[in-house]
């Protein structure tokens, strides 16, 4: 799976990077869900007025989401015999 970052100055003028930020296919049924928590995750960090300078989207969405659609979203294809 591929993962993209984002950098922001929030309402104070400091500077913001959120990471581990999933990169979904057109067609996946996570792609909505995953865009409106982006959203809602990003604005309530740009509102904080003492943030932290990196955010893991990844740790977020282990906290909001159900484990069940967290693990079929970042489920891991094993290698067979170590390939």
């Given at each position: 799976?591929?993962?993209?970052?984002?950098?922001f100055?929030n309402v104070?003028g400091?500077?913001v990077?959120?990471?581990?930020i999933?990169?979904?296919?057109?067609?996946?049924?996570?792609?909505?869900?995953?865009?409106?928590?982006?959203q809602?995750?990003?604005s309530?960090?740009?509102?904080?007025t003492?943030?932290?300078?990196c955010y893991s989207?990844?740790?977020?969405l282990?906290?909001?989401?159900?484990?069940p659609?967290?693990e079929a979203l970042f489920k891991?294809?094993e290698?067979?015999n170590n390939a």
């Amino acid at each position: 799976m591929l993962f993209k970052s984002l950098e922001f100055k929030n309402v104070v003028g400091q500077k913001v990077k959120v990471v581990d930020i999933p990169v979904l296919e057109e067609g996946s049924t996570y792609k909505f869900m995953i865009q409106v928590r982006l959203q809602k995750f990003i604005s309530a960090i740009y509102q904080e007025t003492k943030p932290k300078k990196c955010y893991s989207f990844k740790e977020y969405l282990k906290k909001v989401m159900k484990w069940p659609d967290y693990e079929a979203l970042f489920k891991v294809d094993e290698l067979k015999n170590n390939a």
